[in-house]
């Protein structure tokens, strides 16, 4: 089992849809968590960063840990076509190298105006 | 905001060249990180340093090789470019603590002819 999963899609939702993207992972011992967007061309930035387990909002996202199921979500809310962008989770890699991040393949996600 | 800046957005290039790629961060982190980037592969570690003249393997490092003779700034090596190293090559850079994020470069985009 791969350490994180992340269903590449496409995911394509109308403007102003309420949007779900996810990830699974295998450690339990994880205990940060982020997440990444990035537009075509472009490098990958940061989003959101979480600890543990909860619910953490900024603006239209949300990012929910269930450290339970061993699973993290990104809402997206009121989704406009800017939000258009392959959308990335990470997570330190514990046990590994110091400072190195495990990445999701990552998400692509479209909004439709 | 932290800048990470890769010296080429786009560069061509032919098989037996020797392809140096550059990357300079302007906020004094200790880490750095070389990437590719392949549609659906996602993002592979190539090599990483945590200090000057530091470096360590990531999970691809065959084919490559780094150099870092200043702590804001990260080579890659392609000692002799092939064909199946034309990739979205993406540099990134961050502080030496565990959890900490890392902030990437908008990327080179490589083709080996």
């Known amino acids: 089992q791969k350490e994180v999963e992340q269903d590449p899609g496409p995911l394509s939702v109308p403007e102003g849809a309420i949007v779900s993207l996810n990830c699974t992972y295998s450690?339990?011992?994880?205990?940060?968590f982020m997440w990444y967007r990035q537009y075509s061309r472009k490098g990958p930035e940061l989003l959101m960063y979480?600890?543990?387990?909860g619910n953490k909002e900024d603006g239209r996202f949300t990012a929910q840990v269930d450290k339970s199921s061993k699973y993290i979500s990104l809402f997206i809310r009121d989704s406009q076509p800017s939000d258009s962008a392959t959308y990335l989770c990470?997570?330190?890699?514990?046990?590994?190298?110091?400072?190195?991040?495990?990445f999701g393949k990552g998400t692509k996600l479209s909004v439709k105006p | 905001d932290v800048k990470v800046t890769q010296s080429s957005r786009y560069l061509v290039k032919r098989t037996g060249e020797k392809v140096f790629l550059e990357c300079v961060q302007d906020?004094?982190?200790?880490?750095m990180f070389w990437y590719r980037q392949d549609p659906g592969l996602g993002l592979r570690l190539i090599y990483f340093?945590?200090?000057?003249?530091?470096?360590e393997k990531g999970d691809i490092p065959e084919g490559y090789s780094v150099s870092r003779e200043k702590k804001e700034r990260f080579s890659l090596i392609l000692e002799s470019a092939s064909t199946n190293q034309t990739s979205m090559y993406l540099c990134?850079?961050?502080?030496?603590?565990?959890?900490?994020?890392?902030?990437f470069g908008d990327g080179t985009r490589l083709s080996i002819l």
């Open positions: 990470a997570i330190p890699n514990y046990g590994g190298s110091q400072g190195n991040l495990i």
């Open positions: 979480t600890y543990s387990s």
């Open positions: 450690n339990s011992a994880f205990q940060y």
């Open positions: 990134a850079s961050s502080l030496s603590d565990t959890y900490q994020p890392q902030h």
């Open positions: 906020m004094d982190h200790e880490n």
């Open positions: 340093s945590y200090d000057v003249k530091m470096k």
